[in-house]
């Protein structure tokens, strides 16, 4: 595996476009040492490819004619990735169900004409088709087949070949040679060989025929493998009608699909009845496969007929993505990211179940892990930082976020202990009662909400911080750290863990280290209850743009805004935009455009704003209305809705505070905003008006930060309008259930012709005493 990693990861560093096509004969060459690939990220690099089109993906529902839309979005995907200087090869099913359409509309109207012959009327009596031989109509479908095939692929100026094959072709030693030969010929050619099994003339298949490790043709499962593994094939993509194997048969109350499938969890399978059309099952699948794997070539079998995904389902595994199910042989130490989510959520549930004590015992524990163990920390945290320097990739923000000092471990921890002060009364907390009626009493009480995957990029000071916010409010975690900080996170989550242990929860922690992608993350939405992304607003768009069925949690951009007001007083305006933008440009609560009411423009106030921030190397953008004003303006701003993250700014001129208002609803991020004024009404109206998550009046943009607004940490701002807005921290994440006591009350009992009526009194809310729990330690 040595060259092909080696080479693999020298692809990763070329540019897209034409390089791709030098990038992949490269890699063809590391395939010369026989080996599949080891992780769904390699078949990026797949040269070779085989796609095998099962008969539930080619045939229409009734099984007498071919589904045209599916095929064609094959047709396209295929031509695209040849088009890439791919060598793309396909086995087909088809020729029977087409030839079927042939041979009903034939005998049909043959019926129809003697019928009207015999009876010398128009009227026809009912017409029954015969049972179709399996081989006419192969015969009859197999030209049309490959016609529709051409007609296809010539729309995207790609030629075809049509090859038909048995099992004899493979036993004898020189038919196979010659097949071997056509097929380089073809592919050396650019041509895509269009191969499947000649059912006009093949013989039925005998059961048990595998003889001395070679695949005998059965089916287009097996011919699929067989091909591959005789061309040196670098990916099979077996495409069917369920979504991949599932441990259980599809449809079962149990049944889960398995993302990574190794040689040898046979055993774990039980296996259901084949599709509704073609000779293989998912079992036949499996054992092809397996034998391709062993062969050297990587198999993934997927979904090829769901409406949403057959548009781009090769092209998305030949990406790399997480669809369908990988065979690999090279089994990973750790548990797969679905088994971390599992544990998590079982060891999360005691956590919910812990005495508010036990979890702030926890929290306190893991802050003084902080203060103890800060020499490994740094020695981590400097490896991390060596290595970001000699690459030489992120920026000076990216590296001051990844460098942590004893002074940072120091803040951490007294972060942490006030998140365990806080948590005594997070969880099942009495928000409401009501007296129902007699006897019958409704609370509403807080809870967790789940599972929270937390992605976060090049900050390490994040994971203690969202494991102690998730302790607190009993919540499983799920943290994906950026590979700039692996070694420092390592180390963190092996304290959080340590922490965790002393009361038995050791998993409700889980660092996912594998080479998951963050998409097929935010695809697990049976398994994760809520996303929160910590970075960059390209990293939080594009989670928000990946997590279709799981709540995200945060904000895509932080333009936050300062209004000098005209009645603002000249110091405050000056410590304030001076630390709103200067304290820390890279965050995301740092001001990013400066509206100055025009009274203040040729003024002392605003002389003295512009000579600060040249002092402050700040860079100046002109706003339209302000570059009117100035013979020599700064750059003119390009958007008024930048984020710049560094020392720039924008400068604009508003009539009014309404103006400023309007401004920055129309170009804000609705993430902080601020008023300088001297004027409380002007102040009151700003702060009633202005619809952002944060909206203050002569303090700093900087203040919104969990830390600073005392809840001891935060998961991230939000700037959505339901759940939690502004900086989240405990109680962000808890959500509330009901709990209803009553004594064999029914809904009957309130009906027009019950004994009961509601009552709906507001009780007094008192806060029932947890129940004491004995702490428990995992062997």
């Known amino acids: 595996m040595l060259v092909r990693n080696s080479v693999y990861e020298h692809c990763l560093k070329l540019n897209k476009g034409s390089r791709l096509v030098t990038c992949i004969l490269s890699v063809s060459?590391?395939?010369?040492?026989?080996?599949?690939?080891?992780?769904?990220?390699e078949l990026r690099q797949a040269k070779r490819?085989?796609?095998?089109?099962?008969?539930?993906?080619?045939?229409?529902?009734?099984?007498?004619?071919?589904?045209?839309?599916?095929?064609?979005?094959?047709v396209e995907q295929v031509a695209m990735l040849q088009n890439q200087g791919r060598e793309m090869m396909i086995v087909t099913s088809g020729a029977v169900a087409f030839g079927k359409q042939r041979l009903r509309h034939e005998i049909l109207l043959s019926q129809s004409?003697?019928?009207?012959?015999?009876?010398?009327?128009n009227q026809l009596k009912d017409m029954s088709v015969p049972v179709l031989e399996a081989r006419a109509c192969a015969a009859a479908g197999q030209s049309g087949l490959m016609a529709l095939y051409e007609a296809m692929f010539t729309q995207y100026s790609t030629c075809t070949a049509q090859v038909l094959v048995t099992n004899l072709d493979f036993h004898d030693d020189q038919k196979r040679q010659n097949l071997n030969s056509t097929l380089q010929e073809l592919l050396r050619m650019n041509i895509v060989p269009i191969i499947n099994t000649n059912d006009a003339v093949v013989p039925p298949p005998e059961p048990n025929s595998d003889l001395q490790g070679v695949i005998s043709i059965k089916d287009n499962d097996s011919?699929?493998?067989?091909?591959?593994?005789?061309?040196k094939a670098d990916l099979l993509i077996a495409l069917s009608d369920v979504e991949g194997l599932y441990d259980s048969p599809p449809g079962s109350d149990d049944a889960k699909l398995i993302d990574i499938f190794y040689p040898g969890d046979q055993q774990s399978i039980t296996y259901g009845t084949k599709s509704r059309v073609g000779l293989g099952g998912m079992e036949a699948k499996v054992k092809a496969a397996l034998w391709a794997l062993q062969g050297g070539t990587s198999v993934v079998i997927a979904n090829g007929t769901h409406p949403k995904v057959t548009g781009h389902v090769i092209t998305d595994i030949v990406e790399g993505k997480k669809v369908g199910t990988f065979f690999s042989e090279v089994k990973p130490a750790g548990p797969t990211v679905e088994q971390q989510t599992e544990m998590a959520r079982n060891s999360g549930r005691t956590l919910a179940a812990l005495h508010p004590d036990q979890r702030g015992a926890i929290i306190c524990h893991l802050a003084d892990l902080l203060v103890e163990k800060k020499e490994e920390i740094l020695a981590a945290n400097k490896t991390d930082m060596d290595l970001a320097a000699n690459a030489g990739q992120l920026s000076s923000a990216l590296l001051n976020r990844l460098s942590l000092s004893p002074a940072k471990l120091n803040s951490l921890a007294i972060g942490l202990r006030q998140i365990a002060l806080a948590s005594q009364d997070s969880v099942g907390r009495v928000l409401r009662r009501t007296r129902v009626a007699h006897n019958l009493e409704l609370e509403q009480i807080t809870v967790p909400i789940g599972v929270l995957l937390v992605i976060f990029e090049a900050r390490p000071d994040c994971l203690p911080q969202v494991s102690a916010l998730a302790i607190a409010s009993g919540n499983a975690l799920l943290a994906k750290g950026g590979k700039e900080a692996a070694n420092t996170n390592r180390v963190l989550h092996e304290l959080t863990q340590e922490?965790?242990?002393?009361?038995?929860?050791?998993e409700a922690v889980q660092l996912v280290s594998t080479r998951e992608e963050v998409e097929d993350l935010c695809r697990l939405d049976k398994m994760i209850d809520l996303i929160i992304p910590r970075g960059s607003s390209a990293l939080v768009r594009n989670i928000q743009r990946a997590a279709k069925s799981i709540p995200v949690l945060g904000h895509s951009e932080g333009i936050c805004h300062i209004y000098v007001d005209s009645e603002a007083a000249i110091d405050k305006v000056i410590k304030i935009v001076r630390d709103s933008k200067c304290d820390y440009p890279a965050a995301c609560n740092a001001m990013e455009t400066l509206l100055v009411h025009r009274d203040i423009l040729r003024t002392t106030l605003f002389?003295?704003?512009?000579?600060?921030?040249?002092?402050?190397?700040?860079?100046?953008?002109?706003?339209?209305?302000?570059a009117s004003y100035l013979t020599f303006s700064p750059s003119e701003v390009k958007s008024l809705r930048t984020e710049y993250g560094d020392l720039?700014?924008?400068?604009?001129?508003?009539?009014?505070?309404?103006?400023?208002?309007?401004?920055?609803?129309?170009?804000?991020?609705?993430?902080t905003d601020v008023i300088v004024t001297e004027n409380e009404d002007t102040a009151e109206q700003f702060l009633q008006q202005l619809d952002s998550a944060c909206v203050f009046w002569n303090a700093s943009s900087r203040f919104a930060d969990g830390y600073r607004f005392g809840l001891g940490a935060e998961v991230g701002i939000s700037t959505a309008r339901i759940h939690a807005r502004g900086p989240v921290g405990l109680e962000g994440l808890l959500t509330t259930k009901w709990v209803l006591r009553g004594d064999g009350h029914t809904a009957a009992d309130f009906s027009e012709h019950g004994t009961l009526k509601y009552l709906h009194e507001n009780l007094p809310v008192t806060q029932p005493q947890p129940r004491q729990m004995t702490a428990q330690r995992e062997d």
């Open 29 to 41: 060459l590391a395939r010369a040492n026989g080996n599949s690939y080891a992780h769904r990220g």
């Open 49 to 74: 490819i085989v796609v095998k089109l099962g008969s539930a993906v080619v045939t229409r529902g009734d099984e007498c004619g071919l589904a045209l839309g599916r095929l064609a979005s094959v």
């Open 113 to 121: 004409v003697r019928q009207a012959l015999h009876s010398g009327q």
């Open 223 to 231: 011919l699929a493998a067989r091909l591959a593994v005789e061309m």
């Open 499 to 506: 922490a965790l242990d002393i009361h038995g929860v050791k």
């Open 607 to 626: 002389d003295q704003i512009i000579d600060m921030l040249r002092t402050e190397r700040v860079k100046i953008h002109a706003g339209p209305r302000f």
């Open 648 to 671: 720039e700014c924008c400068i604009e001129v508003v009539d009014s505070m309404q103006e400023a208002i309007d401004h920055i609803h129309r170009y804000g991020s609705s993430h």
